[in-house]
């Protein structure tokens, strides 16, 4: 009987439609980091960083479908609103702590791109 079940899991798993929702489920784990950024009680600042870096990662990848390319647009806007914006213009405070919120949200966009290709 044992046998029986097991062998039923192992032709289930193995099936398409699992295939299917397993990677459905994969790419959904992968936006939860920022979700969990989203409802914590990080300084709002911080999470507008992370979240703009992982949407501009992923709408630069839907445009170039290249990891790097797509990282180093993300990233060199985020350097630009840096030194520009903030340091030239005076408008706030060039932060690299900022640029640390950038890079993980650019990570975060760079993992679902990945699992996309799962």
Request: net charge neutral; no cysteine; proline share 1%.
């Amino acid at each position: 009987m044992k046998s029986v079940i097991l062998f039923f899991f192992i032709a289930l798993f193995m099936s398409q439609a699992s295939q299917a929702q397993l990677k459905e489920a994969t790419q959904l784990a992968t936006l939860s980091p920022s979700i969990v950024v989203a409802t914590s009680d990080i300084e709002n600042h911080k999470k507008m960083h992370y979240l703009l870096s992982t949407v501009g990662y992923l709408g630069s990848y839907m445009i170039t479908e290249s990891y790097w390319k797509s990282i180093l647009i993300t990233l060199g806007a985020g350097i630009a609103k840096e030194l520009i914006y903030d340091g030239l213009f005076g408008r706030g405070d060039a932060l690299w702590e900022d640029m640390k919120w950038n890079t993980l949200g650019v990570g975060q966009g760079v993992v679902f791109t990945l699992a996309l290709r799962f």
